[in-house]
């Protein structure tokens, strides 16, 4: 068994972590994929595995959150203290572990995310179920 078998993401749409590239609306797809990413228990080995790939979310970071391991990070790859995100590039502040920690209490249910089978689905409506 690898870490992959136990990924939140398994057998949900490929879209909502690589969103299609004409997408201009790429964040909205991402934003889908981040609540469930923000549940992994995987997330350190994905994060890990995917850290040098070009595209894609990988342990709820997209290519340019991921920049934030690089000597010259993009300002705008660096998110704020008190969010996952923050916490997941490193930052272990008391602010970025509360949050980290008050996510991991939550027991959302992904079965709203759409899997491979959904052919169309509005991001926004599930993005909402998610933030219930
Ligand atoms: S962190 Fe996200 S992309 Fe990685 S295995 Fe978990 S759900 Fe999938
Ligand atoms: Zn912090």
């Known amino acids: 068994m690898t870490w992959r078998d136990q990924a939140l993401c398994k057998g949900k749409h490929i879209d909502l972590w690589y969103p299609p590239l004409e997408a201009d609306n790429q964040e909205e797809y991402y934003a889908v994929a981040r609540e469930v990413c923000h549940a992994c228990p995987v997330w350190r080995k994905c994060l ?71 052919k169309d689905f509005d991001l926004f409506t599930v993005l909402y179920q998610l933030l219930q």
């Open 48 to 118: 890990n595995d995917g850290m040098n790939e070009q595209w894609g979310m990988w342990g709820g970071l997209t290519p340019l959150e991921r920049t934030s391991f690089s000597k010259n990070p993009k300002k705008t790859a660096i998110k704020p203290h008190g969010t996952v995100t923050r916490y997941r590039q490193g930052c272990y502040c008391k602010k970025c572990v509360a949050v980290n920690d008050a996510i991991k209490q939550q027991n959302k249910d992904f079965s709203v995310v759409p899997t491979m089978q959904d």
